[in-house]
């Protein structure tokens, strides 16, 4: 039977570590592997080192390395793959990589990536986040088992270090709830259906834990708190039921931990409350501390989330600590913890001596979120609050007063905009000033923005940061790679070209590096996708703009060529999400100060002749609140900021912008909304499914359904963008369609873009000779 004894996590824990590594040594692991310069045994050894080195560094920051504090969540490339592989629960096309029934490390990587014309799962972001989880595809004939017990052997690992870690896996409910039916699947087909099927893979998996002396399995439930998802959440609540009922149910089992993150559970709270789960984690900082009315926890471990595992200010460990006495009401042994993992943010801020002090004694990363839990669990069991508390405190104060935060004049700008300032001339009036100006064909090809980021142009620029060549000579050796890209373009035959980006290390953090209000990390990556890291910027400031940025480069690449050549901007709303974004004001007020700097940027890209220009908003729909309470408030403000940056444009500018993953029926109402003449959204690996929903929606302004999946090294053929693009004509009118790439091509290679380009602009030709 379990021990049902209130045992585990005294001291404080965390929900997940940063994975990625310190100094991003998983990556350069992975990425050495993918090129074929080392193997798997090599690939290996790399990652149990790096799990090694971050169970001893949390323990030296105060975890307790016996009572499974320590959580075990190491991941190849994502959770989710990671979970699908311990069930086998993916797709057949992926069975040639399997060696006796479970899925080898070569084919992990293949679902991920793709393999020549095998695609890799489609791509979308995790809940509200900027990290991107493989999407599960999931049918009547998913044929579950017991595949790689990766739980199991994190565990063991452990245990040979003399740690007592705690497994983590995606709950069976979140796994199906976040799939897509397959597509063999029925129309009104629901991969929550085949729970039963799923149920007895998870119980084999709690089996094998319990032969180990696991005290403890961690089970991520976090679709619990969201109402976005394709399922409803009563179909949600009762899954949860029948599923926790059943493996509560189990004598050979650890203890659970449920996870709940993101948002409040609300009614949900109570389905777990009475479920005979022993372990509940709860989001305090994005929901609140639950009314004790109802709800008794008593006889469980409650993790009280309440440092923010998704965002690196410093806590208010006061506030926090109330909100734990607070829980204690509910019955229940509450021990202080991340609000979600911490692998959203970077591991420390140890090195980071180029931050000006005072925001750097604003902030926490992991390493200093860890610090925060010792002592907020230390004063809720001893009573007595230690110096990180006045520490806290003062750093508090700093920020409050400080003159950066809250600035008169741009206070001043935004209580004189008027509704003129939201809104551009009727749509017919623009697109026939445009037809005029411009002179594309029918379906114009374009790409997104960036090309590869070589390793030429990292360090031309790292060169010049370190001052080791003059300005000019930067400009010089940037303007050669523009010059370049854009010959490139022009012998591919594109039909309207971009510079290229090679200026910009990143499409948020050139921008925060421009505009007051912004800092920047060293070495705080966190993780995107698999290898791939970003930098997110620290925008703790109001914001503005001190001058142009990008009319220069952009300006040069256009004088390169006859073609038009689109200037190339990072919309308010991405930069939001892609930032660590102040806490102390409204989100929709900070949304407004960087509109305005980018409308700025928009009337000098202008005055220098630039007619198209593209407005990124890869994000808007990441941000959407898992509650729908909450979501019309937001689509109001991240609508009313595109709209504020792009509408100071003349007729015969064309705005373009972009958005990823984007449930385009989910969202329609606010992507009309951005009156965006050209809008491209990602459609590759999904094979064009957006189109029905554009079609139904009845859009009608110019769209660009991507047919490149650029997350993937897999090379398209002209035949497979042709295939996409007769879907799209079926649906869309072809007046209305561009044809381009799913994103940026910044990450893949030269080797890979130029035959994937070529095809795309071969199969648009053949597209057109069709329409004839």
């Not at 075990?72 to 993916?90: K, P, Q, R």
């Not at 040639?96 to 095998?118: H, P």
Request: hydrophobic fraction near 40%; charge should be negative.
């Amino acid at each position: 039977m379990v021990n049902t004894e209130q045992v585990g996590f005294e001291g404080g824990t965390i929900l997940g570590y940063p994975r990625i590594g310190k100094n991003r040594e998983l990556k350069k692991a992975l990425e050495s592997f993918w090129a074929g310069r080392t193997d798997v045994a090599d690939l290996e050894t790399a990652a149990s080192q790096l799990r090694v080195r971050n169970w001893k560094h949390m323990h030296e920051l105060g975890l307790r390395a016996d009572n499974a504090s320590i959580p075990a969540d190491f991941s190849y490339y994502d959770h989710i793959l990671d979970t699908l592989t311990v069930v086998n629960g993916l797709p057949s096309r992926f069975d040639a990589w399997k060696k006796n029934g479970s899925l080898t490390l070569e084919g992990y990587f293949v679902a991920a990536r793709g393999k020549d014309r095998v695609a890799p799962l489609e791509m979308t972001k995790w809940f509200d986040t900027n990290y991107h989880y493989l999407v599960p595809e999931i049918g009547p004939n998913t044929q579950f088992s017991l595949g790689v017990n990766f739980p199991a052997q994190l565990f063991k690992q452990g245990l040979t270090q003399g740690f007592v870690t705690r497994p983590y896996l995606v709950g069976p409910v979140t796994l199906l709830a976040l799939a897509k039916p397959s597509e063999d699947a029925p129309a009104d087909f629901n991969p929550l259906s085949r729970l039963d099927d799923l149920l007895p893979v998870y119980a084999e998996v709690l089996k094998e834990l319990h032969a180990l002396d696991a005290p403890w399995i961690q089970l991520d439930e976090s679709a619990l708190v969201s109402e976005t998802l394709a399922v409803s959440s009563e179909d949600v609540a009762e899954a949860a039921s029948r599923v926790y009922a059943y493996l509560t149910s189990l004598d050979e089992r650890p203890r659970i931990l449920l996870q709940a993150s993101y948002a409040d559970l609300n009614d949900n709270l109570q389905v777990v409350a009475s479920s005979g789960v022993e372990g509940i984690a709860l989001d305090l900082v994005r929901g609140g501390v639950p009314a004790t009315s109802g709800i008794d926890l008593s006889g469980k471990i409650v993790l009280g989330g309440v440092v923010d595992g998704h965002n690196i200010w410093r806590a208010d460990l006061d506030k926090a600590l109330e909100k734990l006495s607070a829980l204690q009401e509910l019955g229940g042994k509450v021990i202080a913890s991340s609000s979600t993992s911490l692998f959203h943010v970077p591991h420390t801020l140890e090195g980071e001596d180029k931050l000006p002090e005072h925001v750097r004694s604003w902030l926490a990363f992991a390493d200093e979120k860890i610090r925060e839990i010792v002592s907020l669990d230390a004063a809720l069991a001893f009573g007595e609050k230690d110096p990180l508390f006045d520490e806290a405190r003062q750093a508090l104060k700093s920020r409050e007063v400080h003159e950066g935060v809250h600035r008169p004049d741009v206070a001043q700008r935004i209580a004189g905009l008027s509704e003129d300032d939201f809104s551009r001339s009727p749509y017919e009036q623009r697109l026939a000033a445009q037809r005029n100006a411009l002179g594309l064909p029918i379906l114009p090809t374009t790409t997104i923005g960036s090309f590869p980021q070589t390793p030429e142009i990292r360090k031309t620029r790292a060169a010049f940061a370190r001052g080791e060549i003059t300005e000019e000579q930067y400009k010089e050796q940037i303007r050669e790679h523009i010059s370049y890209v854009v010959k490139l373009q022009e012998d591919i035959d594109l039909d309207v070209l971009v510079h290229g980006e090679a200026e910009r290390n990143d499409m948020v953090q050139y921008f925060a590096e421009n505009f007051d209000g912004f800092d920047v990390t060293q070495n705080g990556w966190v993780q995107s996708y698999g290898s791939r890291c970003t930098r997110p910027s620290i925008l703790w400031g109001d914001v503005t703009r001190p001058r142009p940025f990008t009319v220069e480069w952009i300006s040069y690449a256009q004088s390169l060529t006859k073609k038009q050549m689109k200037g190339m901007l990072t919309g308010p709303v991405t930069i939001l999400a892609w930032s660590f974004v102040r806490d102390d004001q409204p989100k929709a007020v900070t949304a407004t100060q960087v509109a305005l700097a980018l409308r700025d940027e928009i009337a000098d890209l202008e005055k220098a002749g630039i007619q198209i220009i593209q407005v990124d908003e890869p994000a808007i729909r990441e941000l959407l609140p898992l509650k729908k309470r909450d979501q019309e408030d937001y689509l109001e403000w991240s609508v009313n900021s595109f709209r504020l940056a792009t509408s100071g444009a003349a007729d015969e500018t064309q705005i373009h912008t972009h958005l990823c993953y984007s449930e385009f029926g989910q969202i329609f109402d606010a992507i009309d909304g951005l009156a965006a003449d050209v809008t491209s959204v990602e459609a590759e690996r999904s094979k064009m499914d957006i189109v029905e929903d554009i079609n139904k929606a009845g859009y009608e302004r110019e769209i660009g359904p991507g047919v490149y999946d650029i997350h993937s090294p897999r090379v398209p053929t002209a035949e497979d963008v042709e295939e996409l693009l007769d879907i799209a004509v079926k649906s869309i009118p072809a007046t209305q369609l561009w044809v381009n790439p799913d994103c940026g091509l910044k990450t893949r290679r030269y080797e890979e873009v130029v035959p994937a380009l070529t095809n795309m602009v071969k199969a648009a030709k053949v597209a057109r000779a069709k329409l004839q």
